[in-house]
């Protein structure tokens, strides 16, 4: 559960911090605030990373629950290269390492015991994994013509895509299908297979190709590649 108690602030980091004999784990971050909100906490995480990590962008993301609330930080590029499991450690370690600062926290899993101010994730996603294939140099580039907001409004039921490119050996891989059905999140094939609508920064459209990246740290440049085949009217 979270909650608002007060613990003495510690002069280490979160992750320098060991659990005693009996299992117990105390942490408070010298940037803790009892009375601060989530938006005002996720206002000075924001800004707090975005001053100790001058060249990394983050998205920051808040949520409720029953008996807590979580802070994620979403990374949408950083100049390292985090394709190994060891990098993603060591930076996930340093990043929470800062947003614990701003919260407390008293553990005890022999108890089942866990209090603390919120719950926080450092997460490496396709933004990311994006961004490091552009600095890589992507396959199959696109000119990015067409916004993804303006393709969203472009794009019709009754029109075509074609799947030129996928990973994996998709078995989609050179038909032609229907959109059927246009949503807020994705857009629905004949067959009721479905894609979502990536990031502004996944995607790019010349009017007639269609690019979205899909990368993870397997294959950074991970992409889906469509051409576009509006319907006529008649």
């Excluded at 980091?13 to 010298?30: M, V, W």
Aim: proline residues 5%.
């Amino acid at each position: 559960m979270t909650l608002s108690a007060a613990a003495e602030a510690s002069p280490r980091l979160y992750s320098q911090i060991d659990h005693d004999d009996r299992g117990n784990f105390h942490y408070q971050g010298d940037l803790y605030r009892p009375a601060d909100d989530l938006p005002t906490l996720c206002r000075r995480i924001e800004a707090h990373l975005a001053s100790h990590f001058p060249e990394i962008r983050f998205a920051i993301r808040s949520e409720r629950f029953s008996g807590g609330r979580k802070i994620t930080a979403e990374v949408l590029d950083a100049p390292e290269d985090l394709s190994t499991r060891e990098a993603q450690e060591v930076f996930i370690t340093g990043v929470r390492d800062q947003i614990e600062r701003f919260g407390f926290c008293r553990t005890n899993p022999l108890q089942d015991y866990w209090n603390c101010s919120f719950y926080s994730e450092v997460a490496i996603r396709q933004a990311y994994w994006g961004a490091l294939a552009a600095r890589r140099g992507k396959a199959n580039p696109v000119d990015n013509l067409v916004s993804l907001a303006s393709f969203k409004k472009r794009l019709k039921v009754g029109d075509s895509l074609t799947l030129l490119h996928a990973p994996y050996q998709h078995r989609a891989l050179g038909a032609t299908r229907k959109v059927i059905q246009i949503r807020s999140k994705d857009f629905v094939f004949e067959g009721r297979s479905y894609c979502d609508f990536p990031r502004a920064s996944n995607f790019a459209c010349d009017g007639r190709l269609v690019r979205i990246a899909v990368g993870n740290e397997h294959e950074p440049d991970a992409h889906l590649l469509y051409q576009w085949h509006p319907q006529r009217p008649e």
